[in-house]
């Protein structure tokens, strides 16, 4: 009997604004084995965004887009699309992308665009979630990977990682130990995906095949320490 072969990484565009924390937790990952994909780009809205240097490191192609060139935002989307199309990737990760994407971009990429926002979501959509987290008196706080649709960070929820919030926390404590789990969740999703087993059929997302009632959890077993 012959052996199953190996699948082809998965080829990824990461798209980042920033730092680039994640996008590096990605790489690394790669490099250690753990990750079947490939970072076939890495394209910023910011020519000095600091997370560059990760890929070129590696010899990744990099890019930048700046949109002080493009007033109109579907313009910009649409050169955005361009340049993404050209490397054909599997997936197109969100990793810090400080921008708010148009309709026709999302449509564009549907069921290969997923973004991860530091909250539950539905809870704390939008920015400063750490500090609303805290304000509003939650007990659980986190990080959600999720398809991206046309509604704003309400695109269906892949995977989530769930951090206590402390009676002495403040927003820079809490949101430094929700990256870490960001870290951590950001790159099992893309292996899950990257192994076939999470996909997107434009209504729900799809677990091995099978409709996902709620939020996939890795680290559930440890979510409540400390609470």
Not at 48 to 63: F, K, N, Q, V
Not at 80 to 107: H, K
Request: one cysteine or more; a negative charge.
């Amino acid at each position: 009997m012959a052996e199953p072969q190996a699948l082809a990484p998965l080829s990824l565009v990461v798209l980042i604004s920033g730092r680039g924390s994640n996008l590096k937790a990605i790489l690394e990952a790669i490099d250690r084995g753990e990750l079947p994909a490939r970072v076939s780009a890495v394209i910023s809205s910011n020519a000095g965004a600091p997370g560059l240097e990760h890929a070129r490191r590696r010899h990744i192609d990099t890019l930048a887009l700046d949109a002080a060139d493009y007033p109109q935002r579907e313009d910009y989307d649409r050169a955005l699309q361009g340049l993404i199309d050209r490397f054909e990737p599997g997936l197109v990760v969100l990793a810090g992308f400080m921008r708010i994407l148009t309709p026709g971009f999302v449509r564009h990429f549907s069921g290969r665009l997923i973004n991860i926002h530091p909250s539950l979501l539905p809870e704390f959509r939008g920015l400063d979630t750490h500090r609303r987290a805290i304000a509003a008196g939650a007990r659980l706080h986190g990080a959600s990977v999720h398809f991206v649709t046309e509604e704003l960070d309400g695109g269906p929820v892949i995977a989530q990682a769930r951090v206590p919030v402390l009676p002495d926390d403040d927003a820079r404590t809490l949101a430094a130990r929700v990256l870490a789990r960001e870290h951590q969740l950001y790159c099992q999703v893309i292996r899950w995906i990257a192994e076939g087993r999470v996909g997107y059929d434009g209504r729900q997302v799809l677990f091995d095949g099978q409709p996902l009632q709620t939020p996939l959890q890795p680290d559930a077993r440890n979510e409540d320490a400390g609470i």
